[in-house]
């Protein structure tokens, strides 16, 4: 599959495949948004690497990745809010069919709805999190002016380690597999550790009284 990825760097197209990938994962978790990310950061570093008449041909441009990233990941957001505000009892069902989702509310949304704007950007990192965050802000009613801002600090965040793992890691490792493995592992572990942060409240916590 990175070989395939692979390919796909060295075309202006990487950039709509990230930007569909990323708009869509919010409704579809298992995506690999991510690994998009870092294989197209990846491709970059080693472009620089290979001199400035490689940089100024090849794609993706680095910079144009992170824009990329973080526009699309904050529209997705926004269509998923939208679509939770009007959902109603149909959303509630078309969530109960994802058994990733299903659990994703289980485990975070009592914990996101103690915490403050912070979580949001830490869920953004978890599996789903993302999902259960949009979702959930959309069918609580909450206020785009409440949401919108940390959608876009999440964005930012989780857009910008994404691409400094893939970019940095072929740097400093020297090969572009090597790196994109690397940085998955890091993307992984950074995941894992985001959905324990996210539920830890849940479990530490108790709840306040009515």
Do not use: C, N
Not at 84 to 95: K, M, N, Q, W
Not at 148 to 159: C, E, G, K, M, T
């Amino acid at each position: 599959m990175l070989e395939t990825l692979g390919s796909l760097t060295s075309s202006p197209w990487i950039y709509a495949l990230v930007a569909l990938s990323i708009l869509l994962d919010v409704f579809l978790p298992v995506l690999p948004s991510g690994i998009l990310v870092i294989t197209a950061a990846a491709a970059a570093a080693a472009a620089g690497a290979a001199g400035p008449v490689a940089v100024h041909d090849q794609v993706p441009d680095i910079l144009a990745l992170l824009v990329t990233a973080v526009t699309a990941s904050v529209l997705g957001d926004m269509a998923a809010y939208r679509l939770a505000r009007r959902g109603g009892a149909r959303l509630d069902r078309a969530i109960a069919r994802s058994r990733r989702l299903t659990r994703a509310h289980e485990r975070l949304g009592t914990a996101l709805a103690r915490g403050g704007g912070a979580l949001v950007v830490v869920a953004r990192f978890a599996p789903a999190g993302r999902s259960v965050v949009s979702l959930g802000a959309g069918k609580t009613h909450r206020k785009v002016k409440e949401f919108l801002p940390w959608s876009v600090l999440a964005a930012i965040a989780w857009a910008g380690y994404s691409v400094a793992l893939g970019y940095f890691g072929t740097q400093w490792l020297g090969t572009t597999w090597l790196g994109t493995a690397v940085s998955l592992i890091a993307l992984f572990a950074a995941g894992a550790l985001a959905a324990y942060v996210v539920r830890r409240p849940t479990d530490a916590t108790p709840a306040p009284a009515a």
